[in-house]
């Protein structure tokens, strides 16, 4: 199965009083995540599933995702995806998937939760952790049929992705 990794775009500061999940996307975000897209479409396939953070910026990352992957499918909300959520419990989730013989999901979320989500898959550490910048994008391949240990295949900044395309 492959599995792909995206940290949320820049997003709005946080501000005093305002609610976190509610922060959105910049226009700059926006723009970059997009100029992005180009590259990820040329270097991968569709995912058959997209798991999203609750959160408005990983949602608004999720649909320029989508956009530029020619995902047509339902953005599913994934509680167990936002920053603090144990790690376990969305490797559950990738396991039923596994196990469902589904061939792709792309989950977009947050740091610090990703990168131990990153480093678990690598090396199957629970505390191994292998931050993402904002919008980079990881594609990993799972190793068997029978547990969700990944081998690396691509792992792509934003930035970098922009200037592929």
Do not use: C
């Not at 678990?120 to 505390?127: K, R, Y």
């Not at 910048?133 to 900044?157: D, P, Q, W, Y």
């Amino acid at each position: 199965m492959w599995i792909y990794l995206l940290r949320h775009g820049i997003a709005e500061d946080p501000r005093p009083g305002a609610d976190d999940e509610e922060r959105r996307l910049t226009a700059e975000g926006v723009d970059r995540l997009t100029r992005a897209g180009k590259t990820w479409q040329k270097l991968m396939v569709s995912p058959e599933l997209v798991l999203t953070s609750p959160y408005r910026r990983a949602r608004e990352t999720a649909a320029v995702f989508a956009n530029a992957v020619g995902y047509g499918g339902e953005r599913r909300d994934e509680a167990k995806l936002v920053p603090h959520a144990r790690t376990d419990e969305i490797l559950a989730v990738l396991e039923g998937e596994l196990l469902a013989q589904t061939a792709s999901v792309a989950l977009i979320g947050h740091e610090p939760h990703l990168g131990h989500l990153l480093g678990s898959l690598l090396t199957g550490h629970p505390h191994m952790s292998m931050p993402l910048k904002r919008g980079m994008l990881v594609g990993l391949e799972t190793e068997s049929t029978t547990n969700v240990i990944a081998g690396l295949r691509f792992s792509m900044t934003q930035r970098f992705a922009a200037k592929l395309s």
